[in-house]
C-alpha cells in the first residue's frame, strides 16, 4: 500500500506539470488538508471495516498531496520573475561565476550568481545563464568558478522555440532554476573584482572546471574528448555531432551520460574494496568485523563513493536519481531491514520529485526509472525460469579428488553456469530494449533495433575499461594522468569502430509516428505480457499488442483536404504543408551556430514524430541563412524527391541535392504548377525577368553564394475552398509585381507575412489583394530587427486579419475541413504553467 500511495504522490507531481496554471491560494490550502487528513482518515475506514476505501483514501490523498507541494514549490520558483521592463535593458549587475565556463571559438557560457543589480526589483532572478562573445579576431576570456565579476548585461526571460514532439527549454530551465538567459555586453567594460567565493558548491565547480581544462589540455582536439568530459564530468556538450548521431542510431546513449550504470558500477567497486578490507582486519591484528558487520561498512562505502561520483557530474538529475536509489538501498542495509526491490524504487521516485518536481517533464526520468522497472520485472521472471536449471548444475557432483573425471565435472558446471549467467543477462538486455520502445517512440519517434546488440558490447567496454580509466585520470597527478586519459580515448576509438559497423545498415534506426495514448496503452500491456512467467496463456501473442504502435492509423488530410504547420524556429522560416499523400517542406530554420541548425533541432525532430519518412518536395525559398540554414540536415536525414529553390548555380545545397540523389531538382519558376490529392501548388515568384534583373552584392558577386529577398521564392497551395500564401522575404516592389501580373491569383485564406513582417513589405495593396482571414508572423522573441513592424502590424489589423506570431503562439497549425479552417495554436493548445514567466 506504501509503495503505491509513493506512486500516487509522484503522478500528483506530474498532473501539476501538466497544468495550463497553477492553482490558486484555495487549492493549495484543499492540499494541505488533505496532508492533514491523510494519517488519520485510514484508520476511521479501517474501523468502519472498509479496507478498499482506505485504499482508495490513501491513493487520492498522496496524490492530492504531490500535486500541491509541486504546486507550492513552483509559486515559490516563478516568484523569481524578470520584469518585463527589464528586458533587454542595460543592467549593471555584479556577481559571481557559479558553474564550469564552456568555451568554443565565438563564446563562453556560465551561470552567474546575482548579488547585486542596477537597476533592480524586489524579486529580481539571482540565477540566470549568461553568454560573453569573443570581439572580432580575439579568443573569448577565461572565467573561473567563484570568480566576483561586475557586468553589463542584457536579459530576457526564459524562452524556448514552441513546437510539437520537440525539447521544452522553458521547462528545463525552470527545473535548473535559471530565471533568465542573456549576454555580457562589452561596454563598459566588464571588471574583475577583489575576493573569491569558497562555498562547497563554487570549490566543487572549481575542482571540475580545473579536471575538464586538464581533460582539453591532455586530449586536445581529439574526436572523442567530449565524451571522456561526459563521462569523468557530466559535461555533455563537448560530444561531437558524429558521436552523438552514432549512439542514437545504436540505442548507447545512456552510456555518455552519469547515471545509475556509473555510479553503481563504482558504488559497487567501493563497497566490495571496503568488505574485503574490513573483513581482513585480522591481519593488523583488529576484530572490526565482531562490532561492526562488513555489509554495513560495504553499504557505507558505496553510498559514499557514489555520493563523490555524483558530485563529479555536478549533481546533475540523472546523477541524482541514481544516488537516491543507492542512498535508500544503503539506508536499508544499515537499518538490517530487508527492502523489496520494487519499494527501493517507488521511494526513489518519490523522492525524486520530492526534491526536484519538474523532473517527470524529462525523457531521462521516464527512461531511468522505466528501464529499473523493465529489469526489475525481467529478473524476476529469469531466477524463476533458470532456478530449475540452477538446481541442475548445483546436484552435479564435483567430488574432492583431483581425478581428471572430477576436473571434467567440475569444468562442465562452471561453464553450465556461465552459460546460464550469459543468458540470464542477454535475456534482461532484450527486455530492456523491448519494454523501452514505447517511451522511446514517445519522446523521440524512433526505435534503434540494433539496441540489444550494440548494447552487450557497449556496455561491459564502456563499464569495465573506459570509465575506470577515465576515473583513474581523475585522480591520479600529472603526468600520470595523461596514460588512463589516453588509454581511455583509445578504447572510445575502437567502441566508435564497432558501433559503426553496427549502426551502418540503413534499417538500424527505424523512425515511427509518436504514439497515441491508446497505442502507448496496448505496448505497456504487451511488455507486461511478454515479461509474464512462461505458461501464462497467449504469451507468444504478445508482441501483437505492438502492432498500433508499430502501424499506427493515418492522420493525415482527406482528399482535397490540406493541413499546413507553420513551425515556431525563431528568426527563421519553415511550414510543413501536408496532403492526403504527399508532404511538402517550405524553408528549413536558420542555422543557430557551427554545430547545430533548426534542421536537426526543430524540422527533423518534427516531421519523424509526424512518422515522415520522405519529403516529396523541398523549397528553399532564397539563400539567406534564416531561410536554409536548417537544408542540409534536411538532405541529409530524409529522401527528398523533388527541390526547388532560389539558390545560385554554385551553391553548396545544389551539390549536397545531387550527393543525396534528389531525382528533380531546379531553381524556382513562376508558372510552375502541380497537383497533389486534389490541392493545387503554383509556384508565383520569381520570373526570369527578376532573376536577369536582380544586382548581386558586392560580397556575392565575389563568392557567388546568395540572391537578394528579390527573388524569393512564392508558392500558391489552393484546394476548392481554401488557398494558403508562402511568399518568402519578397519586398514591396516585388509585391507591386505579382499585383500587375497575377492579381487573382494571390487570393488566399492564410498569409505567411512577408520577410517576417518588416517594414519594407506587405504593402496594403498587396494585403487587400490576398484577402487572407489569417496571417502569420514568423519572428523570434525579442529579435534584433524588430520584427514585425509596428506599423506593418496596424495595417494587418486595419484590414481586419487574425494574426498569430511565432514568438507568442509557438508553432501554428491550419486544418482544412471542407468550407471549414481549423486553427490550432501551440502555446495555447498545449500551454503549461510555466510559459510566460
Known sequence: MVRVALVCFAAGTWALQQSAELPSLWGLCIGVASLSLWAVAPRVLHRMQWPRGRTLWLMCAAFLAGYSWAAWRAQLRLAYTLPLEFERRDIKATGIIASVPLTDARRTRFIFKIEQSDPTAPFMPRLVQLSWYAQAGLTPVRLRPGERWTFTVRLVRPHGNANYHAADLEASMLERNLRATGYVREHPTPQRRLGHANSLLIMLEGWRDRQHRRINEVLGNAPHTGIVSALALGLQMGISPDDRQRFTRTGTNHLVAISGLHISLVAGFAAALASWLWRRSCWIGKDWPLWLAAPRVAAVAGAGAGFLYAGLAGFGVPAQRALLMLLIVGISFLSAR??????????????????????????????????????????????????????????????????????????????????????????????????????????????????????????????????PLVLIGMVVPAPLDI??????????????????????????????????????????????????????????????????LAVPPSSAPAEGEFRMTVLDVGQGAAALIET????????????????????????????????????????????????????????????????????????????????????????????????????????????????????????????????????????????????????????????????????????????????????????????????????????????????????????????????????????VQFQSAGTEIFVERYRTARRRYWMGH
Not at 735 to 750: D, G, V
Open 580 to 811: 492526403a499523400h504527399h508532404r511538402l517542406l517550405f524553408d528549413t530554420g536558420p542555422r543557430y551556430d557551427v554545430t547545430s541548425d533548426a534542421g536537426q533541432r526543430i524540422v527533423m525532430p518534427f516531421l519523424r514524430a509526424r512518422g515522415i519518412k520522405q519529403l516529396d518536395a523541398l523549397v528553399i525559398s532564397h539563400a539567406d541563412t534564416d531561410h536554409a540554414g536548417g537544408a542540409r540536415t534536411v538532405l541529409a536525414e530524409l529522401p527528398v524527391v523533388r527541390m526547388r529553390a532560389s539558390l545560385v548555380p554554385k551553391h553548396p545545397l545544389w551539390r549536397q541535392a545531387r550527393a543525396q540523389h534528389v531525382k528533380d531538382s531546379a531553381e524556382c519558376r513562376a508558372g510552375e504548377s502541380w497537383v497533389w490529392d486534389g490541392v493545387t501548388f503554383t509556384m508565383l515568384w520569381p520570373d526570369e525577368k527578376s532573376k536577369r534583373g536582380t544586382p548581386l552584392k558586392a560580397s556575392q558577386k565575389n563568392r557567388g553564394r546568395e540572391l537578394r529577398n528579390q527573388v524569393s521564392c512564392v508558392l500558391h497551395v489552393s484546394n476548392t475552398h481554401h488557398a494558403a500564401l508562402l511568399p518568402g522575404d519578397i519586398e514591396a516592389r516585388e509585391e507591386r509585381a505579382l499585383l500587375a501580373q497575377q492579381p487573382a491569383a494571390l487570393s488566399a485564406t492564410i498569409l505567411l507575412a512577408p520577410h517576417h513582417g518588416s517594414r519594407t513589405s506587405s504593402s496594403a495593396d498587396f494585403l487587400a489583394a490576398v484577402a487572407p482571414r489569417d496571417a502569420v508572423f514568423q519572428v523570434g522573441y525579442r529579435n534584433r530587427f524588430k520584427h514585425p513592424n509596428a506599423g506593418v502590424v496596424a495595417r494587418y489589423q486595419a484590414y481586419g486579419i487574425t494574426l498569430h506570431r511565432s514568438d507568442q503562439d509557438g508553432a
Open 338 to 467: 530487508r527492502v523489496a526491490a520494487s519499494a527501493v524504487l517507488a521511494w526513489a521516485l518519490a523522492v525524486v520529485v520530492t526534491l526536484d518536481p519538474w523532473a517527470l517533464t524529462s525523457a531521462g526520468c521516464w527512461l531511468s526509472f522505466g528501464a529499473v522497472a523493465v529489469i526489475l520485472l525481467a529478473a524476476s521472471a529469469s531466477r524463476v525460469t533458470h532456478s530449475e536449471s540452477v538446481d541442475q548444475v548445483a546436484k552435479v557432483k564435483v567430488g574432492r579428488q583431483w581425478s581428471i573425471a572430477s576436473i571434467h565435472r567440475r569444468l562442465t558446471s562452471q561453464w553450465h553456469r556461465m552459460l546460464l549467467g550469459f543468458k540470464t543477462a542477454a535475456q534482461i538486455q532484450v527486455a530492456v530494449s523491448l519494454g523501452l520502445i514505447p517511451l522511446t517512440a514517445l519522446w523521440f519517434a524512433q526505435v534503434p533495433l540494433l539496441s540489444p546488440l550494440a548494447n552487450a558490447f557497449a556496455i561491459p567496454w564502456v563499464s569495465f575499461l573506459v570509465t
Open 483 to 548: 596514460f588512463a586519459l589516453q588509454a581511455a580515448h583509445a578504447c572510445l576509438v575502437v567502441l566508435a569502430a564497432v558501433l559503426d559497423v553496427i549502426a551502418a545498415p540503413s534499417w538500424a534506426l527505424y523512425s515511427l509516428r509518436t504514439p497515441d495514448a491508446l497505442a502507448l496503452a496496448f505496448a505497456a500491456l504487451g511488455i507486461g505480457w511478454s515479461l509474464l512467467l512462461p505458461g501464462w496463456p497467449l504469451r507468444g501473442a504478445a508482441p501483437l499488442l505492438f502492432l498500433p
